[in-house]
């Protein structure tokens, strides 16, 4: 028997890092995302001699160990070692359960999209498929959230956790206790389609390690400097902006709301930020983009260009200079799936 699953990676359109504690539980934070055709994937294959073997086919990296309730976590394919630890002493009355899990993901860590949030779902998914765990979305989501930010101690917020599991196009709302609300967005076909032409999304080769920028940005609220939470309460304002263009359909205000989200994000964190980032985007601008950001933490990772009319040919010519890569995509419907065969 095999169990599959898979979950969808996001971009962040607005608002991100206003989902992350302290400032969400203080301010309230608010998040506009939507889910593309790139994926995170993990197959389950019970096994009956004993064991647990952990393999992750993008990293080159795999585990083999007896089964036992709780794996160390040691720095080596932690995050399935996580949510495994969880599954166990939660669902299983701590008994060890013996097994081979494979997993993939279609960008790296630390590119921006979510990846490491996203396979934390996809690993759950699976196992709920294997056990029958009666588990709704919103559960996933907050229990993804709860292995990756207070079992294993990584920086971070909340969108992602719910991106993956829900799905589609969302207007999030974070308040304090963990408080999520996801409002599943009904956009018009032709303006998703439009979205979809005009946003570029370019690599720019390199992965960065989100947690350090995101502590540096808590650093920040903690500490009470007024420039950083200013500039969260914009990008916050940034997500309400954005919900209304997609709804409304005024696609020419994006890239404008997109560049006003990112002068204020570049205030949350020195590291967000680097001279060829900047080289990057003004390039962009140049050649005809109205307005860009990237997506996720920062520091690295993908950026998103929007590119009106038929600029995003010009945006493209232009930037292959720098080296990086495009990345087609669609925009999906639909978050966490699992199956078994």
């Not at 989902?19 to 539980?25: A, E, H, L, W």
């Not at 292995?147 to 799905?167: C, M, P, S």
């Not at 200079?321 to 699992?338: I, V």
Request: hydrophobic share 40%; proline share 3%; with cysteine.
């Amino acid at each position: 028997m095999l169990i599959r699953s898979c979950a969808p990676l996001r971009l962040g359109l607005a608002g991100g890092g206003t989902d992350v504690s302290p400032y969400s539980d203080i301010y309230g934070g608010a998040v506009l995302n939507a889910t593309i055709s790139m994926y995170a994937y993990a197959t389950i294959e019970p096994r009956n001699d004993g064991k647990i073997e952990i393999i992750s086919f993008d990293r080159n990296e795999s585990v083999l160990t007896d089964a036992i309730p709780e794996l160390e976590i040691d720095g080596k394919l932690d995050i399935i070692k996580g949510v495994y630890n969880r599954i166990a002493r939660d669902f299983n009355k701590s008994n060890p359960l013996s097994f081979t899990i494979c997993t993939y993901a279609d960008a790296p860590a630390g590119s921006g999209l979510g990846t490491s949030s996203t396979l934390v779902v996809a690993v759950i998914g699976a196992f709920a498929e294997w056990l029958g765990l009666p588990l709704g979305e919103y559960d996933i989501a907050h229990l993804a959230f709860e292995i990756e930010r207070i079992d294993l101690n990584q920086a971070g917020g909340k969108q992602d956790q719910y991106a993956a599991t829900f799905g589609g196009f969302n207007f999030m709302e974070f308040y304090d206790n963990h408080k999520v609300i996801v409002n599943p967005l009904r956009i018009k076909r032709e303006i998703i389609d439009e979205l979809q032409f005009n946003l570029v999304l370019y690599y720019t080769g390199t992965s960065r390690l989100s947690s350090k920028i995101i502590e540096a940005q808590v650093k920040s609220v903690e500490a009470g400097k007024n420039k950083s939470i200013e500039a969260m309460h914009k990008l916050k304002e940034q997500a309400i902006l954005m919900k209304e263009a997609i709804l409304k359909g005024k696609l020419d205000e994006i890239g404008e709301i997109l560049h006003f989200g990112w002068q204020y994000k570049k205030q949350m964190a020195d590291s967000i930020t680097n001279p060829v980032i900047d080289e990057i985007y003004e390039e962009a601008l140049r050649a005809g983009a109205t307005g860009g950001k990237i997506s996720g933490a920062g520091g690295g990772g993908f950026i998103m260009f929007y590119c009106p009319k038929n600029t995003r040919y010009r945006v493209i010519e232009a930037l292959k200079k720098f080296g990086g890569e495009f990345r087609r995509y669609q925009f999906t419907k639909y978050g966490l799936n699992t199956w078994r065969l």
